[in-house]
């Protein structure tokens, strides 16, 4: 499992050194970021793009997480 790295931004934003980006997943978004999240991502770009990002599978896969005991709060998004 991945150790994820927090660092601090100019403006003392908390945030993953490294987030996982959804982009061009498609009809896999779901899976992949639920795969992401077992290997130790904190952090998930959704970006709000409905022509390249499929936020509502990222929810999907938030939801699979948090009935398996992941809390929101430990993600940035």
């Given at each position: ?5 927090w ?35 904190k ?35």
């Amino acid at each position: 499992m991945l150790k994820q790295n927090w660092v601090t931004s100019h403006s003392g934003v908390k945030l993953p050194a490294i987030i996982y980006g959804t982009a061009w997943k498609k009809e896999h978004t779901s899976d992949l970021v639920v795969k992401a999240l077992l290997a130790g991502f904190k952090g998930i770009d959704t970006a709000g793009q409905p022509r390249h990002y499929n936020e509502p599978m990222v929810g999907e896969a938030l939801h699979i997480m948090q009935q398996q005991g992941l809390e929101r709060e430990s993600l940035y998004l």
